[in-house]
């Protein structure tokens, strides 16, 4: 389990492809992997993965043909930054939301301007997820917690403060990109009850 508030940025440093399954091994602080152990789970960009090697800034993880397929990981290169959360430990203060660390779908950033402090970026609205993504509801994107301030049939929008635009990759994002996004594990379990 995650709370979606990013512990710190790493840095793509090997990918080893074999068909569609891949070995990614990411650069990350001392300090984040002091007790982090081979079997310990990592969100990266908010997709849950478990270690399989680690070093003293180094760890690397298996990604299998499911995951995938299902995240923006076949899109990413080596030297790309991306946003890292450690699992939640029982005895820490819960922020953010509950996030499982299991991708939904992928989106475009469509659009991203800045209003006073706050940057504004708005993402094509999958229709897979359609009822899952509401005004004033939680939301995941690439790993990140966020509240979603508006959505259209064919888009919603989140509101990034300085620090969330600084402490993660969301800031450096350009129109076309592709992002993960969770949707609300709570509006899931609301969605598929009333069916």
Known sequence: MFTGLIQEKGRIKEIRKQSRTIQLTCSASEGLL????????????????????????????????????????????????????????????????????????????????????ALILTFAYPVSVQGEIIPQGSIAINGVSLTVTQTTAQAFSVSLIPHSKDQTTLGQLKQGEWVNIETDMIGKYVKYQRK
């Open 34 to 117: 002091a007790d982090y152990q081979i079997g310990d789970s990592m969100a990266i960009n908010g997709t849950c993965l478990t270690a399989i090697a680690k070093q003293a800034t180094t760890f690397t993880v298996d990604i299998m043909p499911e995951t995938f397929q299902r995240t923006t990981f076949k899109q990413l290169s080596v030297g790309a930054e991306v946003n890292l959360e450690r699992a939640m430990a029982a005895t820490q203060r819960f922020e953010g939301h509950f996030v499982a660390g299991h991708i939904d779908v992928t989106t475009r950033l469509i659009q991203k301007k800045q209003l006073e402090k």
